[in-house]
C-alpha cells in the first residue's frame, strides 16, 4: 500500500474510533438523564400528566363556602351504566344512604374548562368532585380522617377509574381539606340530601337531647325531616358507637319527622352516663318521646 493511501487509511479508521466513543458516551448520558427524570417524576408522584395547581391560585381559597344541597333532577344520561379503563360500572341512582372510607385524590389545570360528565365545565376552584356511581347530581360530605377537616362537594363527574381510589375532588375541595401537596388522602365519604327546617343531614354532628317517656328515657341523636337522612344518620352512629348500642338504636316517626334514638334506659341517670361516655354536648332534659 502507498504511503498516501496507507496515511489516508489511517485517517479514516481514528475517525471512526472517535465517531464510535462518541456515540457512546452520548447514550451512556442519555441514560443517567433519564433515570434522573424518572426518579424526579417518582418523588413528586402527585399531578398525572400535567396535571397540577394552578398558577394563579385565587386569594383566601380556604374561605371558600361549601357547597349547598339542592333538589335536582338527575341527568339520565350521566347515570347510565358505562365501562372505563376495562372497568365496569352502575351508578346507584336510588335515594339511600352512601359512606365509604378510602383514598382520595384530585384534579387540576389539565382538566379546568373541560366538559364533566354532567355536561358542565370542570372549574377547579368550585366544590365539586367526580365519583364512580354516587348519582350525579348529588352531595357528599369528606372528611379527611388525618386532619377531621370536613368539606360538602356536589357530584358532577365520573372517575377515578383507579381501584385504589375512591373519589377524585377539585382543588378547591382538596385545599380546603389540606391534602394539596401530599396529592392524596384517607377520607370518610358520606352522602348527604337538602333539607328545611332544623334537619341535621349536613351537619357534622345533630347536638343530642336527652327525651324522657314516662317509662323510658332516651337519648335523640337527630331528627330529620327525610328517612334517608335519619337512615344515613344511623347507618354512622352505628359504626361510631360501640357495638354493644347497635340494638338500642332506632328510628321514629313523630309528627312528620324521623328522630335517630338510642335506648331505652331505664333511668336518667343511665341515660346521662351514656351521653356523657358519648361526649354528647348541650344534653337537654324534656318529657314526653
Known sequence: MKPVFRWLWLVFISLALVACTTVKNASATSQASTKSTKRTLAGNGKYFQ???????????????????????????AANLPYSALGMSFR??????????????????KQFHGRQTTSGERYDMFAMTAAHPTLPIPSYARVTNLKNGKSVIVRINDRGPFHKGRLMDLSYAAAYKLDYVRQGSATVKVERVWPDGGDDTSA???????????????????GSFSRLANAEAHMSTMEKELDAKYDAKLGIVNQDGRYTVR??????????RTVAEALNVENTVLSGGI
Open 203 to 221: 351537619a357534622t354532628r345533630p347536638e343530642a337531647m336527652l327525651k324522657v317517656s314516662n317509662e323510658d328515657t332516651y337519648l335523640k341523636l
Open 50 to 76: 400535567h396535571d397540577g395547581p394552578a398558577d394563579h391560585i385565587p386569594a383566601n381559597l380556604d374561605l371558600l363556602p361549601d357547597a349547598v344541597p339542592q333538589d335536582e333532577p338527575l341527568i339520565k
Open 91 to 108: 351508578p346507584d341512582t336510588r335515594d339511600k344512604p352512601y359512606q365509604a372510607k378510602g383514598r382520595v385524590s384530585w384534579y387540576g
Open 262 to 271: 338510642l335506648g331505652p334506659f331505664r333511668s336518667q341517670k343511665a341515660a
